[in-house]
C-alpha cells in the first residue's frame, strides 16, 4: 500500500488548510486510516483518526473542534480540514493506514499502523 500525502504550505494563523492522503490500494476502504504530525525538535504526535468506513473519528484534544478528517473511500483518498490554525500546529503531516483494523476501529498510536506515506509541511505563521 502506497499513501501520498498532499496539501502543505505555508498558511497565516487563523487560517485554513486541506490535506489529501490518497492510496494506491483499490481497497482502501478495508484499511483504517490515520494523521500524525511531527513538529520541528518534537516526537511525531497523534493528530486525528478515522474507521475503515468512515463512522467513527477520534482527534487529539490540541486539533478538537478545529480540525475534521474524512474520507471518500470511492476516490480511495482521506482528508484533513484544518482550520483555526496556530502557529503551534506547524509540522510535517503524515498518514498512515492499517489493515488489521476491525470494523469501527480507531488507532491512535503509530505502531498500530502498517503503512506510512512521505510527509507534507504545513507552516503556520503568526
Known amino acids: 500500500v502506497q499513501l501520498q500525502a498532499s496539501g502543505g504550505g505555508l498558511v497565516q494563523a487563523g487560517g485554513s488548510r486541506r490535506l489529501s492522503c490518497q492510496s494506491s490500494?483499490?481497497?482502501?476502504?478495508?484499511?483504517?486510516t490515520g494523521w500524525f504530525r511531527r513538529a520541528p525538535g518534537k516526537e511525531r504526535e497523534f493528530v486525528a483518526a478515522?474507521?475503515?468506513?468512515?463512522?467513527?473519528?477520534h482527534y487529539s484534544d490540541s486539533v478538537k473542534g478545529r480540525f475534521t478528517i474524512s474520507r471518500e473511500n470511492a476516490k480511495n483518498t482521506v482528508y484533513l480540514q484544518m482550520n483555526s490554525l496556530k502557529p503551534e500546529d506547524t509540522a510535517v503531516y503524515s498518514c498512515?493506514?492499517?489493515?488489521?483494523?476491525?470494523?469501527?476501529?480507531?488507532?491512535?498510536?503509530?505502531?498500530?499502523?502498517?503503512?506510512w506515506g512521505h510527509g507534507t509541511l504545513v507552516t503556520v505563521s503568526s
Open positions: 498512515a493506514a492499517s489493515g488489521t483494523a476491525v470494523a469501527g476501529q480507531v488507532k491512535m498510536h503509530d505502531d498500530e499502523y502498517e503503512y
Open positions: 490500494e483499490c481497497t482502501f476502504g478495508s484499511y483504517a
Open positions: 478515522i474507521s475503515r468506513g468512515g463512522y467513527r473519528r
